[in-house]
C-alpha cells in the first residue's frame, strides 16, 4: 500500500467519512449486544439459551458483519483487493443481512405463534424472554440420557418449535444461496457467458423481495397483537402493545426503504468499488437510508425493547433441565418468582407478544 487512504482508489472524503461512521455505529451495537448477552449470561447461568439471548446473538453478529463489511471494502479499495472487488466482497455484504433476517424471521415466528394460540390457555408461566431455547422434558427418568446426549448435541433439534424449525431450515436455505451465488460470481469472472454483475443483481433483488415480504408478515401479524392487546385494560398488556407497535412500524419503514434502494440502486454493490462513478452526496445519503435505517435503527429498536435483565434465580429453586424449547410447554410450570399472565386469557396471550 504506497498511497494509503490517499491513493487514487480510494473513496472521496465524504464517502470515506460515512463508511466510517456507519462502521463505528455497527460495532457500537455488535458490542452492546455482546455486552447484554454476557450480563444476561451471567444473571443465571442456569437458564439456558433463552429467546432473548438468541436475538442478541443474531443482532450482535448481524452488525459485527457489518463492521468487517464496511472497514474491509474500504482498505479493499485502497490496497486493490482484486477478490474482494468480487465473490468475496460478495459474500461479506450478504452475510450480515442474512442474520438480520433471521432475527426478525424468528421474531415473526414466535408472533405467529402467539396469533395461532389457543384463547382458553391461560396456564403460562414466566418470562418470555426468560423462555429457554429448547423444550422442557417432562419425563425425569429421562433426564440421565438427556445429559448425556448434551454433551454431543447442546441442542435438540427434535425438539424445537415446528415453526422455529422452519426459521432454521430458512436461514440455512439463505445461506446455501449466498454461497451459490459466490461460486457463480467467481466462475463468471473467466471466459463463459456467466455475468458475475448480473448474478450479484439478481441476489439483490431475491434479497429485496425477502425483506419486503418479512416486512408485511411482521404488519400483519403485529396489527393482530395489536389488536388484541388493545381490548385488554391493564398496564402490562398496554407497554406490550406499544413494543409491539413499534417493532411493527420499524420493521415495515426500515426494510421497505432498504429494499427499495436494492432493487433501484447500486448502493448495495458498493464493493466493487473499481466499478463505481460515484457521486458523493447522493451515494452519502443512499448509504445511510441503506445501513443506518436499513439496518441499525430495526436492530437498536430490538436490543432497547429487550434491555431488561431476567431475574436471578432464586437459591433454593431446583436446577432445570437443560433440554428446552423455543415454544414454552404450558402444562408444564416454570420456576420463576412472577407471572407474566394475568387473570383473562387474551391478556395471558398479549402480555408475551414482544421478545422480552
Not at 44 to 66: A, D
Not at 188 to 212: F, H, R, T, W
Request: hydrophobic share 50%; with cysteine.
Amino acid at each position: 500500500m504506497s498511497g494509503g487512504f490517499r491513493d487514487a482508489h480510494c473513496f472521496p472524503r465524504l464517502l470515506l467519512a460515512v463508511n466510517l461512521s456507519l462502521a463505528l455505529l455497527h460495532a457500537l451495537l455488535a458490542f452492546l449486544a455482546s455486552f447484554q448477552l454476557l450480563r444476561i449470561h451471567m444473571r443465571n447461568l442456569q437458564l439456558g439459551w433463552t429467546r432473548q439471548k438468541v436475538f442478541h446473538l443474531l443482532i450482535g453478529s448481524s452488525n459485527l458483519g457489518y463492521f468487517i463489511y464496511l472497514t474491509s471494502t474500504l482498505f479493499a479499495a485502497c490496497m486493490g483487493w482484486t477478490c474482494w472487488s468480487n465473490s468475496c466482497g460478495f459474500v461479506f455484504m450478504a452475510f450480515p443481512k442474512v442474520l438480520l433476517f433471521a432475527a426478525f424471521l424468528l421474531l415473526l415466528s414466535f408472533w405467529v405463534d402467539l396469533c395461532h394460540q389457543p384463547d382458553d390457555d391461560d396456564d403460562y408461566e414466566g418470562s418470555f424472554t426468560e423462555e429457554p431455547l429448547l423444550e422442557k422434558n417432562s419425563d425425569q427418568s429421562n433426564l440421565a440420557s438427556v445429559d448425556t446426549h448434551r454433551k454431543c448435541f447442546p441442542v435438540r433439534f427434535a425438539r424445537v418449535g415446528n415453526r422455529q424449525k422452519i426459521v432454521i431450515l430458512v436461514t440455512l436455505l439463505v445461506f446455501t444461496i449466498v454461497m451459490a451465488f459466490a461460486v457463480i460470481i467467481w466462475i463468471g469472472l473467466g471466459k463463459n457467458p456467466i455475468d458475475s454483475e448480473v448474478a450479484a443483481q439478481v441476489y439483490l433483488d431475491l434479497c429485496a423481495v425477502g425483506m419486503l415480504l418479512l416486512g408485511g408478515a411482521l404488519a400483519c401479524y403485529g396489527i393482530l397483537l395489536c389488536l388484541k392487546m388493545s381490548k385488554v385494560r391493564a398496564e402490562k398488556p398496554s407497554s406490550e402493545m406499544w413494543k409491539v407497535a413499534g417493532l411493527t412500524i420499524v420493521s415495515v419503514l426500515c426494510f421497505t426503504s432498504s429494499s427499495c434502494i436494492e432493487l433501484l440502486t447500486d448502493i448495495p454493490m458498493l464493493y466493487q468499488w473499481h466499478q463505481q462513478s460515484l457521486n458523493d452526496v447522493y451515494t452519502s445519503l443512499l448509504l445511510i437510508l441503506y445501513y443506518f435505517v436499513g439496518s441499525s435503527i430495526p436492530s437498536a429498536v430490538v436490543l432497547w425493547v429487550m434491555r431488561e435483565i431476567p431475574t436471578a434465580e432464586a437459591p433454593g429453586v431446583p436446577e432445570e433441565s437443560g433440554t428446552l424449547a423455543f415454544v414454552a410447554d404450558s402444562s408444564i410450570a416454570v420456576h420463576h418468582p412472577h407471572r407474566w399472565t394475568t387473570a383473562t386469557s387474551v391478556q395471558n396471550q398479549t402480555s408475551r407478544a414482544s421478545p422480552i
